[in-house]
């Protein structure tokens, strides 16, 4: 493996004093993730034959096969179960949630006082020292303020491909929220949970990102939500965790993302299956969601 792969795969490791030790891998973005498992051969080998039962769990009914998702995700392209279910969500959000009341509050409302020589305040003071400027007024300087957010993949072996869909589907909807109320947004795709290995560490947990939007980058629903395609996590997170970090035949276990992995992603809201097992309590969670995002807890930064 070379260099460049080597300093990308080699984890960083926190050990947190109350929620023990965490492996951290962050990727630059998802065409270098793809890159990363194609040139070093980190595939999972447990994908099943063509048409079998075994394919089906790992990668849907609608983008089949490992090529088939590779183009898929590096083009941003999502699955008709994901948009359809975006549509269904979105409806049923436009329907319980007043948007517009949200509009707006992702701008600052910053003020800086100055002078010139016209405005809404007479400055006597300039007046009779001779300036020219010896008006003074108020200006309003709106700045986007950044926000990021992170969906987790990682679910256990019951769910399905619907489970991953909703998820993706909440991530784009969440995403087009903030945007509308004036958030510049910064996605990340990620597996967080419980690390089960073969020995050769003693991690607690594993944690692999992949950047999906740039905080300056045009709000892409589709690419969004092809997060949301199951075969990212059961074939190449899968392949990761198998060939790269050694995990045992079980492949780790489904673990809400703990305060030390927000911390260091510097995540304000996550999207993971704890909070989005049915369409309606996805859609009654994102209302709470946009009113938390206002209260940043004090370590974001942003």
């Not at 070093?40 to 089906?56: H, I, Y």
């Not at 400027?133 to 986007?144: E, F, L, V």
């Not at 809400?256 to 999207?271: I, P």
Request: glycine share 8%; proline share 2%; charged share 30%.
């Amino acid at each position: 493996m070379n260099n460049v792969y080597s300093r990308i795969l080699e984890p960083k490791i926190i050990n947190d004093e109350f929620e023990g030790k965490h492996a951290v891998i962050n990727m630059p973005d998802m065409r270098t993730m793809l890159e990363c498992i194609y040139e070093n051969k980190l595939f999972f080998d447990r994908v099943g034959e063509a048409g079998s039962e075994r394919e089906q769990w790992i990668y849907g009914k609608h983008i089949v096969g490992r090529e088939n998702l590779k183009r898929a995700l590096e083009i941003g392209k999502t699955s008709d179960a994901v948009i359809n279910l975006y549509k269904r969500l979105r409806s049923k959000v436009e329907g319980k949630m007043n948007i517009s009341k949200f509009v707006g509050k992702g701008l600052s409302c910053k003020r800086k006082r100055v002078s010139r020589d016209d405005g809404d305040d007479l400055s006597m003071s300039r007046l009779m020292g001779g300036n020219d400027q010896y008006w003074n007024t108020t200006i309003r300087k709106s700045k986007r303020a950044n926000v990021r957010i992170g969906m987790n993949v990682s679910m256990s072996w019951q769910h399905k491909e619907e489970n991953f869909a909703r998820l993706g589907a909440i991530l784009a909807l969440t995403s087009d929220m903030l945007t509308k109320m004036g958030y510049a947004v910064e996605v990340i795709a990620y597996q967080f949970g419980g690390y089960s290995g073969d020995g050769t560490h003693d991690w607690k947990y594993l944690g692999i990102s992949i950047p999906i939007k740039k905080p300056n980058e045009p709000l892409d629903i589709n690419r969004l939500m092809s997060a949301g395609l199951s075969g990212l996590f059961r074939d190449f997170i899968f392949g990761l965790k198998q060939q790269q970090y050694k995990s045992d035949s079980t492949l780790g276990y489904q673990a809400e993302t703990t305060d030390t992995f927000k911390r260091e992603l510097n995540l304000l809201h996550v999207v993971e299956q704890r909070f989005c097992s049915s369409d309606d309590k996805a859609v009654d969670g994102l209302a709470q969601a946009l009113q938390n995002i206002a209260e940043k807890p004090k370590w974001f930064r942003g």
